[in-house]
């Protein structure tokens, strides 16, 4: 092909343009398609629900109440009150014992399992190497760290922060006033309050299992999967 030297320049200067532009094609066609879904809205119910495309929700920021019905899934959820299930919904008030929101410069040290036995308070945080186990109505007035698992029986209340590096099962009825950090699954009973409106709190885990009229005020995040556990009849 015979072309003078300002004709090679000008196809040189063509091929160039196309070079940078193509990578940028399929945003603009994005752009020009105008997918965006419409807004989320809460309705009379409280539920503000985005699904996903494996059936799972996604909730950021909603405003208003969010209720996860039995058998939905989720991965975050994120709002001013989160509702599982079918009520009644258990909410937390605050007491004489507060928040214990900080981890004490100087906790207490178990080198293995530690037992808050039943209907008795525990003041301070704790780090514990083995299991920490709750039984019924006991209170633990501080945050703890576990290296092991964490069960809480039915009533239990937990004033701080908990993190554990294994399993952690919440008891019906029972209380978390802190964050919530769990390394593997978190299962939580029927009818727990995490939080409440003026204490949001963050829950996290790999896998979590909530039960029916539960509430949760701030964001519940389940790393692969989360699931809303029907009451038994």
Not at 213 to 221: A, E, K, L, P, R
Request: charge should be negative; charged fraction near 20%; proline fraction near 6%.
């Amino acid at each position: 092909m015979n072309l003078p030297s300002w004709g090679w320049a000008i196809l040189l200067l063509v091929l160039t343009l196309v070079w940078f532009v193509l990578p940028l094609v399929p945003a603009f066609w994005e752009l020009w398609r105008n997918r965006d879904a419409d807004p989320v809205e809460v309705d009379p119910l409280g539920s503000a629900l985005i699904p996903l495309s494996d059936g799972s929700l996604d909730v950021d920021g909603a405003a208003g109440p969010v209720r996860l019905a039995a058998g939905q899934r989720f991965y975050r959820v994120q709002g001013s009150c989160i509702r599982f299930g079918r009520g009644p919904w258990l909410e937390d008030r605050p007491d004489a014992l507060g928040v214990h929101v900080a981890f004490d410069e100087r906790p207490t040290t178990h080198a293995g399992s530690l037992t808050i036995p039943r209907g008795q308070t525990l003041q301070g945080s704790q780090v514990v190497h083995g299991d920490l186990v709750m039984e019924e109505s006991s209170v633990l007035d501080g945050s703890a760290k576990v290296h092991g698992q964490v069960r809480m029986a039915r009533g239990c209340l937990v004033t701080g922060t908990v993190f554990g590096m294994d399993r952690m099962a919440v008891g019906p009825g029972g209380r978390l006033r802190g964050t919530v950090s769990v390394q593997e699954s978190l299962h939580i009973a029927a009818h727990c309050a995490l939080g409440w409106a003026d204490q949001p709190v963050s829950v996290s885990a790999r896998r979590i299992v909530v039960g029916e009229g539960t509430t949760v005020h701030g964001v519940i995040w389940a790393l692969i999967q989360g699931r809303v556990e029907a009451e038994a009849a």
